[in-house]
């Protein structure tokens, strides 16, 4: 496989990887947390780092996801005493374990090498330099790995607990009256998004993992009520912004995982203007029309 | 004592404190408009947002100066803060959703921006990224100028439009039926707060500067219920962990300046949900019990007024245990509920004779006018 095939493959897998636990979070009224997990998993991989002293430990992203949880209870917790709101909540936690990732990292700045631009911005483009040898064997990038098991993960979780999900997301009341457990679901469902968040932080950087968790379900939700339709929607968006985004990048020469959030924009844009139903541009024609029948 | 010494000589840290002073004042008193509108995330988002106007800032002019990349910041800034209003008039999407997805996708604009900006012949980019990620330290006397100008601006707009901002802040309907045009006053809200964002960001940086917008607002909230107070205690709350983080990150080496006023701010949220009175967790534990324990003396007195009633005259003295009998309570509850009939007898509701107890006047009265609504 050549370099550009191998970027344009994970760049695929990391944004549909991503797009999948981001269907949910956006029905849930929950996007906001996925900006939360994204910056607090900082503070899981300096943890583990400093225990393993190993960047590419999978200790990383055990301490991540664990963090990216960590966050969810402590927001959850501060919600729950009424004192403010939902969205304070947030705002109030995540600077706060990021300032101790930030603290630690300074600290001990001159000891190792980790710096924060790193795990906020990351580059794909340097992605295929880090290939994955078993047995002195050159098999391809080590992130196609990463991030397909990450994705397959992510696949199999939305399919077999698809009926769960759905009621958990719709009906929490009625989910724990039939015994569905909602803050299992809810908690399984934030240590998907932290691992997928640490998975995909050092190819495209955890602000751009945002962008790929809400704007294709977003998107999707745009164009659809059906959650089934939703998921597939969602997943073709995703992988068109894969695709036009990283030609972008390449016939530009620029950030790659810029230009795949700048196309998520992009398509969002398009499709907020022009969806047939619910479009901006039909809800200014029927606006026109009804001021035309008013008038006549 | 040494303390006072250290920032009474070094000048750089007289500035840097003064600016973070300022800039605690400023998203004080902002951020309270913000957290009570449930607003809070838009710090995060406009400031995540100013990327791109920074770099294409620089991209057109061509120059580094302050007030150029902070002209930038603040039309992208506003830019966004329209989009995400209009994404939520228009469309099903709620206000999350649309704050995620424009902080972000600005955002890969703006790093696409720096990318293309790296490789401009003759370009001076280095520093760009910094104008987001905040160094407090490197503050200059100029940005702190810059902060006090528009402190000097900010604080009496809020004054001048107290009565408005209140108005539009707590019932949008209500404002609108008196006449006040919520919309341009929410759009002016909303501009004094990306103007706040903005300077903030190279102070303390994106992440940061969301918290200073949110953090001291909810402090203050839980010590009153009074708008105008909220606000000032606010502006204090910024100042207070402004100027301490400033001193402490001064004095343990490798300490950076934004995440230690973070953490101050913190802690500062931690104890005002705890103590604070009225609002706070300990007083609502405090509460809780006492209600619980008053319910329990009602119980037992409601006990013995029916006893009083069933008995004949001579009888009125009822003991220990036909009482116990009559709650259904365990063998082992007696010291509880000789507590609580020491309560009723220093509240005078319930009188003692050795070990007889008999309900009076006032504990009567008391029942009719509380509990069995004088229906009798």
């Known amino acids: ?296 | 004592m040494k303390v006072i010494e250290l920032i009474a000589k070094d000048y750089t840290l007289q500035l840097v404190s003064l600016g973070s002073m300022l800039l605690g004042i400023i998203s004080g008193v902002l951020g309270s408009f913000a957290v009570i509108k449930k607003q809070s995330l838009l710090g995060d988002a406009v400031s995540h947002a100013a990327l791109p106007g920074i770099c294409l800032a620089f991209i057109i002019i061509g120059t580094k100066k302050t007030e150029v990349l902070l002209l930038g910041a603040l039309i992208s800034g506003l830019l966004a803060t329209f989009i995400i209003t209009s994404i939520v008039k228009y469309s099903k999407i709620k206000f999350d959703s649309a704050l995620a997805l424009v902080l972000s996708v600005f955002f890969g604009g703006g790093l696409v921006l720096m990318t293309y900006i790296q490789k401009l012949p003759n370009a001076n980019q280095a520093g760009l990224d910094k104008f987001i990620y905040g160094q407090a330290s490197t503050l200059l006397e100029r940005d702190v100028r810059i902060m006090f100008i528009l402190g000097v601006v900010l604080i009496p707009v809020v004054i001048l439009f107290w009565k408005e901002f209140k108005i539009a802040t707590f019932d949008e309907a209500f404002a609108e039926s008196v006449g006040f045009s919520t919309g341009r006053i929410n759009m002016l809200i909303l501009f004094m707060i990306v103007i706040a964002i903005i300077i903030g960001l190279q102070t303390v940086g994106v992440i940061l500067m969301s918290a200073m917008l949110i953090a001291p607002a909810v402090a203050a909230r839980q010590w009153t219920d009074r708008l105008s107070i909220m606000v000032l205690l606010s502006a204090l709350f910024g100042a207070i962990s402004g100027v301490t983080g400033t001193i402490v990150s001064s004095l343990v080496s490798n300490l950076p300046t934004g995440p230690t006023i973070v953490l101050i701010i913190s802690g500062i949220v931690l104890l005002s949900l705890i103590f604070a009175p009225n609002r706070g967790l300990f007083r609502r534990i405090l509460k809780n019990s006492k209600g619980y324990r008053l319910i329990c003396e009602d119980i037992v007195l409601v006990n013995i007024y029916d006893l009083h009633f069933k008995r004949g005259e001579d009888s009125k003295n009822i003991d220990f245990e036909n009482i116990k009998a009559s709650l259904n309570m365990k063998e082992k509850s007696n010291r509880k509920l000789e507590k609580l009939l020491a309560s009723l007898n220093y509240r005078g509701l319930v009188n003692k004779e050795y070990n007889m107890w008999s309900i009076n006047d006032k504990g009567i009265s008391y029942i009719k006018n509380n509990i069995k609504g004088g229906g009798e």
């Open chain 1, 1 to 296: 496989m050549s370099a550009e095939l191998e970027i344009q493959v994970i760049a695929v897998i990391v944004a549909v990887a991503c797009s999948l636990p981001g269907v949910f979070l956006v029905l849930r009224k929950m996007s906001m947390m996925s900006d939360s997990i994204t910056h607090t998993i900082l503070l899981g991989i300096v943890i583990a780092f400093f225990i393993t002293k190993d960047l590419n430990s999978p200790l990383l992203i055990v301490g991540a996801a664990l963090v990216g949880v960590l966050t969810v209870f402590l927001t959850e917790l501060l919600n729950n005493t009424k004192l403010l709101s939902k969205d304070s909540s947030i705002g109030i936690v995540f600077p706060l374990l990021f300032s101790i990732a930030i603290i630690i990292i300074s600290k001990y700045a001159g000891s190792v090498h980790l710096d924060t631009d790193s795990v906020l911005l990351g580059e794909l483009a340097f992605a295929p330099f880090n290939r994955l040898i078993v047995f002195g064997v050159d098999i391809g990038a080590k992130s196609i790995y990463t991030m397909g098991a990450i994705l397959i993960i992510n696949l199999l979780f939305v399919i077999i607990f698809f009926k769960e999900l759905k009621i958990v997301t719709f009906d929490p009341a009625l989910a724990a009256v039939l015994g569905f457990m909602p803050s299992l679901v809810h908690y399984g469902l934030m240590t998907l998004v932290s691992i997928t968040a640490v998975g995909a932080f050092e190819s495209v950087g955890s602000i751009l993992v945002v962008a790929f968790m809400i704007g294709p379900p977003v998107t999707a939700y745009l164009l659809t009520e059906d959650l089934k339709k939703m998921i597939i929607i969602d997943i073709i968006i995703s992988t068109i912004n894969g695709i036009l985004g990283y030609k972008f990048a390449e016939t530009l020469d620029v950030s790659i995982a810029g230009s795949m959030a700048l196309m998520t924009g992009l398509v969002f844009l398009l499709v907020f203007i022009f969806t047939p139903k619910n479009g901006l541009m039909s809800k200014c024609l029927m606006k026109s029309k009804k001021e035309v029948l008013k008038r006549a």
